[in-house]
């Protein structure tokens, strides 16, 4: 049964939203949560009583997510004696009305609640450095947020204030739940939605690595619609919520699925922690495994291989179409060699030429296009990106140069290929000796003139 909200946040969160000026939504990322994902987030605290709870609200909004949470305490599912909120929000606007959500509660269950007009960023820094300036902050046994999210440059003030306390990541969401689970108790919890792309990729590995060294990962929820979770505000992210405990001991993990914050088609099971984060990965990557058989599937000792193991190397297709127009061709001809699109892939392998193509099929082999072309041999190509929503996530092509009859080289474009390492193609013999092109993001590299075996540099190899 839904537990009412004293507050109708969704109702102040719809108010808000019309006053917001559109520049400043999308710095400070204003896209608050909806009152169903609220009770969400806050019901993944564990029930449990105390004599304090002190809880951080960081990027506050109008307080939704702090609503939801003392309504648990309303509801007698969280106990404590007393209640403090220290509560962030950096826009006027919507601090005005984060103090009315904050008072309901002061009134109605003797809150104590402090609201910070402050960078949450520069005040958290401060306490953790020890600054002389510092608020007094104590150290919080809860922290509930939903963080604003947006790229941090590495040369920017908030890149240098989190170095300084020895916090290296990407996005102002995982610098906001870096700093919170900081400033935690040990023992304290943190619930968070935030996009799943710290998940994998180097960029968060410095996240993921403090994340997994500060706290255990108890729960994880996953939004199977990108498009649902803030619909209001026409987000397109695909989003998650964790359930941190500090210091804690890593146990196995509750991974939950829906689609949306009604859950009305919840799932869930518990993971092992070795099948969400692999011991020997040095990356730490967060592994979802979304049915039995592919968490079997992850846990497997069999596929533990990097592609660097296997002396295979990954790269994207150089060529930029738009940028070398003048080389393109609509059909082979003389003097011209394969350009790859992912639409040439067909049941595993190319279908190439394809007539009647609104891209191009071939390239000029000449002193401009050289640099971009690949050794004739055989690759796998694969499709770069893939939407969540495709049922087959991976699209790749095997590249067969006994196919087409003369080449010496081809080209790829949008895709990503592997090759033996250092780079030369997957041995095979080939009829003929010619390059070809791939085009971008993925491209191997011949550091030499395609006389005999180029050289090929690796762009992605993790090590
Ligand atoms: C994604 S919204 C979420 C709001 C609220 N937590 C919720 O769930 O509805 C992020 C909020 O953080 C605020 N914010 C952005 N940058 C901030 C900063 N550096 N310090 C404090 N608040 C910030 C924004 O104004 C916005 O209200």
Request: glycine share 8%; hydrophobic share 40%; with cysteine.
């Amino acid at each position: 049964m839904a537990v009412p909200l004293t507050v109708d946040t969704d109702r102040v969160r719809r108010e808000v939203a019309v006053q917001l000026v559109s520049d400043r939504r999308a710095e400070w990322g204003q896209f608050m949560t909806p009152a169903p994902i609220a009770r969400l987030m806050a019901g993944l605290f564990p029930s449990g009583s105390g004599s304090e709870c002190r809880l951080l609200d960081a990027g506050a909004g109008v307080g939704s997510l702090t609503a939801a949470f003392l309504d648990r305490c309303i509801a007698g599912e969280l106990r404590f004696r007393r209640i403090h909120v220290d509560a962030y929000e950096i826009d006027p606007v919507i601090r005005a009305r984060l103090a009315e959500t904050l008072d309901v509660y002061r009134m109605g269950l003797g809150v104590e609640a402090r609201i910070h007009d402050a960078d949450f960023i520069r005040a958290a820094v401060d306490v953790l450095a020890g600054s002389l300036f510092a608020e007094s902050l104590p150290r919080f046994t809860h922290a509930i947020l939903n963080p604003p999210y947006r790229k941090i440059r590495s040369d920017s003030p908030e890149r240098a204030f989190l170095r300084s306390v020895g916090i290296e990541t990407v996005n102002l969401y995982s610098a906001f739940v870096a700093l919170a689970l900081a400033l935690l108790r040990r023992g304290g919890h943190l619930v968070a939605i935030i996009p799943r792309s710290f998940c994998n990729g180097p960029y968060y590995k410095p996240f993921r690595c403090f994340m997994l060294r500060q706290a255990a990962l108890r729960c994880v929820h996953l939004f199977d619609a990108r498009d649902r979770a803030f619909k209001d505000d026409g987000v397109l992210q695909e989003n998650v919520i964790l359930l941190l405990e500090r210091g804690g001991h890593q146990g196995d993990v509750r991974f939950s699925r829906s689609a949306d914050g009604l859950c009305a088609d919840w799932t869930e099971r518990l993971l092992q922690f070795e099948q969400v984060v692999h011991p020997s990965d040095p990356e730490r990557f967060i592994r979802l495994p979304l049915s039995e058989f592919s968490a079997r599937l992850s846990a497997s000792s069999r596929f533990r291989r990097t592609l660097c193991d296997l002396d295979v190397e990954v790269s994207t297709g150089p060529v930029v179409d738009f940028r070398m127009k003048d080389d393109l061709r609509r059909m082979p001809e003389e003097g011209a060699v394969p350009l790859l699109y992912p639409a040439h892939f067909r049941d595993g392998g190319m279908q190439w030429p394809k007539d009647g193509f609104r891209k191009w099929n071939a390239i000029a082999h000449n002193g401009r296009t050289e640099r971009w072309l690949f050794p004739a041999g055989f690759y796998v190509a694969v499709r770069r990106f893939s939407a969540k929503e495709e049922r087959r996530r991976v699209v790749a092509g095997v590249v067969d140069p006994a196919a087409w009859r003369a080449p010496r080289s081809s080209a790829l474009k949008t895709t990503s290929t592997s090759s033996t390492g250092g780079g030369r193609a997957c041995p095979n013999p080939l009829p003929g000796d010619w390059p070809a092109s791939l085009t971008p993001p993925y491209s191997m590299k011949p550091s030499a003139p395609s006389t005999g075996t180029p050289k090929l540099t690796p762009r992605t190899c993790a090590r």
